[in-house]
Nanobody
Framework: VQLQASGGGLVQPGGSLRLSCAASGSIFSINTMGWYRQAPGKQRELVAV???????NYADSVKGRFTISRDNAKNTVYLEMNSLKPEDTAVYYC???????????????????WGQGTLVTVSS
């Protein structure tokens, strides 16, 4: 199983970016998917999560500016980031709680996976 994140880059304050993260491999089902971030010298923190049913939860610092969504058919989670601030600068990581698929196509085991991270820099 792999999670491939993309969409990071350099943006000016007030700008927007859209991150994507696609899960691939032997996946039976995906439960919660989410985005976390880690700024230099700081601990990794939750940005937003979304359940398979579409329920969402956001960090207070991004509420009203960021929107998380997912396409279950594509095993992909998105993070739409608007009104970006310099303090949003960080490496953004996607995360997934999922059930693997066995070779006989039955459900395997529960596992948690991280993507490789994508850098978002907000600066003028």
């Amino acid at each position: 199983v792999q999670l491939q994140a993309s969409g990071g880059g350099l943006v000016q304050p007030g700008g927007s970016l859209r991150l994507s993260c696609a899960a691939s491999g032997s996946i039976f089902s995906i439960n919660t998917m989410g985005w976390y971030r880690q700024a230099p010298g700081k601990q990794r923190e939750l940005v937003a999560v979304i359940t398979s049913g579409g329920s969402t939860n956001y960090a207070d610092s991004v509420k009203g500016r960021f929107t998380i969504s997912r396409d279950n058919a594509k095993n992909t989670v998105y993070l739409e980031m608007n009104s970006l601030k310099p303090e949003d600068t960080a490496v953004y990581y996607c995360n997934a709680d999922l059930v693997t698929r066995r070779v006989d196509s039955r459900a395997g085991y529960y596992a948690n996976y991280w993507g490789q991270g994508t850098l978002v820099t907000v600066s003028s």
